[in-house]
């Protein structure tokens, strides 16, 4: 793809800091997409950039979630579902080395050749990586990142000579269950992380560790990749692992990327293994000490000019050889699997016969198969897919859809049973997001949701019950209801939640499930869900930047504060965008812009959108080139009699959020009566700065900046000035005072 985008390589090891610089370079562009390797690492970072710019300005899309704002400035994607078309200033894709990956390396691949952003593309990844792309991409500028720690050998250690903080790592679930229990009993309590989890277990899982709940951590190779944890040491448990294909030895570099997870920032690092698993060789030890791994020989391809004249073929142009020497054809993939299965059957052929029906039988053998078990059962589920889309309507049958979903909503069963429905109820949920397969793409977006969130709840509960015995004893007895009257108010229900213990911490995952619409900031700055407030805005370093703070800070451990409060700073930056009509504080600062437009954009933050005409601003207006002039009147800005103000930035909620702001701020209640009266007085404003809260003084009345700009255009026409006070409903007094003032500055 030819493009004029700036490349950038940045290459290293764990825990070098590339994917965080890549987030900061993100946000210094005005636009952005990062292509992420797993979902949770995309829930992650998308945590951590709506958390900074607000959940206004960020778009989430995976497979199975998609939380798009109207007008989203980023997009944090896993990389297979990454919109490419969208364009964008800034793009990166991180662990670019999964190019080489026998199953998905072809659509990093094709990232790689096609992704691009309008102005600056980053690759992150191994060092591994850098022969290939100097062979791919001539103009790239390789950048090299170096650990913040040091990683070194321990040895073998046993598990009951594990010191705290230690992760085990093994590659079956039946493994890490096995090492977790002997954990539980030597050392009272472990976390487990699986790649099978949902976010929703996974995050609840990991937040006990990171609070010190627990001291250890029992995990597949799911932690290799992006998982950020306070671990001093990675011991495995086994030095081989069943692939999909085969039981096979792990390379020498993927031990390394699991064994990178120890040490954190400047906290160095130690790796090893169990007593009851085979010493690494020396080789192997020194090699992933010094992060040298051998490069990366082949990436995976796969053919993007796809032929939809018929099933076969679509095969033949899937099948299609790389016509480069780097590249090799993908071995295998689900989807390529289903279409050869499906395009050997009667009923799928007879209907997959015009292009069309070919592309729809592809889109539906793209449809993931998270259970991962007898290929026969996926492709049943494909195939009964694709005939409902071919016939009738075009729409899954909504009984079909019921009788596969609803025996999933049921929370008995063991570890195993709800893994297994957890990983079912993953299909529908990706299905629920191809809207037009649904006649009601949002009740089924809901209805998987609910259940995964409720298995997830359920499954973190049970690996509780079964690994946490000791530490969840304690948990209670900490949470143990104080005697005496039982709490009211408006709290009253979470203080209830206190009480119940795993009830709190399914609270804190609704918190961080919850989309921005369902989370209500009100006129205090008390954040809610449900009605029940846990947070609130207080005063900060300037009204651009209000602090936050939690109704009762005491009932939440470490892990459940640190999920509450990117979610209580992501409400913030929104109530400030709110402020400015909508737009982010810095909706005029972004890299490139001339320099008096920076200039003017300062003014605007600082104003939150309302700006008081003077001779410095006249002067950086006059500046201005066209271009920024497009760009203020795209925005909606306008040059009033007093002001130049965003016409967004005079609604009642901009109005509303300013005043609150202001109040929080000044750290004293808003006068009575603000933003909603049209005209305030030296009596109810006092000694504050009446611009502040959007006023503005004529003669001894202070009326709103929105009403004075139409007051102060309407005073030559006496028509129009009688429709204005008409519509404000002002007493007589307060009218003539106006009149009287107006007249005086004809």
Not at 252 to 277: C, K, M, P, W, Y
Not at 337 to 361: G, M, N, S, Y
Not at 415 to 433: G, Q
């Amino acid at each position: 793809m030819e493009s004029t985008s700036l490349l950038v390589a940045e290459l290293g090891p764990t825990n070098t800091g590339k994917t965080w610089r890549a987030i900061e370079r993100m946000l210094e562009h005005e636009s952005g997409m990062i292509g992420l390797p797993l979902r949770l690492l995309a829930r992650e970072v998308y945590d951590r950039v709506s958390a900074r710019v607000g959940e206004a300005r960020v778009a989430l899309v995976t497979g199975e979630e998609k939380r798009v704002p109207s007008h989203p400035s980023y997009w944090v994607c896993t990389v297979e579902a990454m919109p490419v078309g969208q364009p964008v200033d800034f793009l990166a894709v991180d662990e670019i080395q999964l190019c080489a990956h026998r199953e998905r390396g072809h659509v990093f691949s094709d990232r790689l050749l096609h992704a691009r952003g309008r102005r600056e593309t980053w690759f992150l990844g191994s060092e591994t990586m850098r022969p290939a792309l100097s062979k791919l991409l001539p103009q790239v500028t390789f950048r090299r990142s170096e650990r913040l720690s040091q990683l070194t050998h321990f040895g073998a250690r046993s598990l009951k000579g594990l010191p705290p903080r230690s992760a085990v790592v093994a590659f079956s679930t039946d493994r890490v269950y096995e090492l977790a229990h002997a954990l539980r009993e030597l050392r009272g309590g472990v976390a487990v992380v699986l790649g099978g989890l949902s976010p929703r277990t996974r995050n609840a899982q990991v937040a006990m560790y990171q609070a010190g709940v627990v001291q250890y951590l029992v995990a597949t190779d799911a932690i290799g990749m992006g998982l950020n944890l306070d671990l001093e040491r990675v011991a495995f448990a086994s030095l081989t692992k069943f692939d999909g294909f085969e039981q096979r030895d792990l390379a020498v570099d993927e031990l390394g990327q699991i064994a990178g997870r120890a040490g954190r920032h400047v906290q160095n690092g130690q790796f090893g293994t169990l007593t009851s698993a085979p010493a690494l060789h020396p080789r192997v030890v020194q090699a992933v000490e010094a992060h040298q791994f051998p490069p990366v020989q082949r990436l995976v391809w796969r053919s993007v000019e796809l032929d939809f004249s018929s099933p076969s073929a679509l095969l033949d142009s899937l099948a299609v050889a790389p016509d480069r020497e780097l590249f090799t054809r993908v071995e295998r993939a689900d989807d390529f699997d289903a279409l050869k299965a499906l395009a050997l059957d009667a009923e799928v052929a007879a209907l997959a016969d015009v292009p069309q029906r070919v592309e729809l039988l592809w889109e539906v053998c793209r449809i993931p198969d998270f259970r991962k078990g007898l290929l026969g059962e996926h492709v049943r589920m494909v195939k009964d897919v694709f005939l409902q889309l071919a016939e009738g309507d075009g729409r899954l049958q909504e009984d079909w859809l019921r009788q596969k979903v609803a025996p999933l909503d049921d929370l008995k069963g063991d570890l195993h049973t709800l893994t297994a429905r957890l990983e079912a109820v993953r299909t529908w949920t990706y299905i629920s997001h191809r809207a037009s397969w649904l006649d009601d793409p949002t009740h089924w977006q809901q209805k998987t949701r609910a259940i995964e969130d409720a298995l997830g709840d359920a499954l973190h509960q049970r690996l509780v019950e079964r690994f946490v015995q000791k530490s969840a004893q304690s948990i209670r007895r900490r949470r143990a209801p104080v005697p005496g009257p039982q709490p009211t108010g408006p709290f009253a229900t979470l203080a209830r939640l206190v009480e119940a213990g795993p009830d709190l911490e399914s609270f804190v995952q609704r918190v961080v499930e919850a989309r921005g619409a369902e989370l209500k900031v009100d006129g205090r700055g008390h954040v809610s869900l449900d009605g029940e407030a846990f947070g609130k805005l207080v005063r900060g370093a300037d009204r651009l930047q209000p602090g936050v703070a939690f109704i009762d800070g005491d009932v939440w451990n470490g892990g459940q504060r640190a999920r509450l409060e990117r979610r209580l700073a992501a409400c913030a930056k929104d109530v400030v965008a709110e402020a400015m009509g909508g737009f982010p504080a810095d909706v005029l600062t972004a890299e490139g812009r001339a320099a008096p437009l920076r200039a003017l954009a300062w003014r605007f933050a600082r104003g939150l959108g309302l700006v008081p005409l003077d001779d410095a601003l006249l002067e950086q207006v006059r500046l201005l080139d066209g271009d920024s002039h497009r760009r203020l009147d795209e925005l909606g800005v306008r040059q009033g009699a007093r002001f130049l103000l965003l016409e967004s930035a005079t609604t009642a909620l901009a109005l509303e959020r300013r005043a609150m702001l202001t109040s929080l701020f000044e750290d004293r209640p808003r006068p009575t009566g603000v933003p909603l009266a049209a005209v305030a007085t030296h009596e109810v404003l006092g000694d504050r700065d009446a611009g502040a809260y959007g006023y503005d003084w004529l003669g001894p009345l202070a009326v709103r900046v929105d009403v004075l700009e139409v007051l102060l255009a309407a005073k030559h026409d006496a028509g129009a000035l009688e429709q204005v006070f008409a519509s404000l409903s002002l007493d007589s007094g307060t009218r003539a005072v106006l009149l009287k003032e107006l007249r005086r500055r004809h």
